[in-house]
């Protein structure tokens, strides 16, 4: 009977893993914005099938894709990684930190509804975004950028 319980749970954690595109993503967003530093880096970088319980990190209701970093004032410092492979993500939230590169990562989330990245340091202009490509968005929040 144990056995039985014990398949049937890998099983089912095995469909509730984030495919491993996703997985890489995330790792490196903390490895890029110095995630030894951040505030809360609770369960991060735990064992594969985990990363739906990682800080800050929203999945869909089956915990199959990621459709959300929400990160504000956790002390993110550095570039952001080419966000793409989240073909899913809707709210990419990273108020407050220092976030220092424009925004190339995620001009092809096509996803995306909301974006807030006031209170970092951007560079670059902000014009190169081709900002109709994401015509989901709904709310862009960028102020007190640098």
Known sequence: MRLDLALLLS???????????ERHVLQNLYKSTKGQTWRDIENWNDAPGTECNWYGVQCDPLNETVVGLVLPTNNLQGNL??????????????????????????????????????????????????????????????????
């Open 11 to 21: 099983v089912f954690l095995a469909d509730a893993a984030i495919p491993f595109e």
């Open 81 to 146: 990684p080419y966000l793409r492979d989240l073909s899913s993500l809707e709210n990419l939230n990273m108020f407050g930190n220092v976030i220092i590169q424009s925004l190339t990562g995620i001009r092809d989330n096509f996803a995306l509804r909301h974006i807030d990245f006031s209170n970092n340091d951007l560079s670059g202009n902000l014009d190169f975004m081709k900002w109709e490509q994401l015509v989901n968005l709904t709310t862009l929040t960028l102020y007190d950028i640098v």
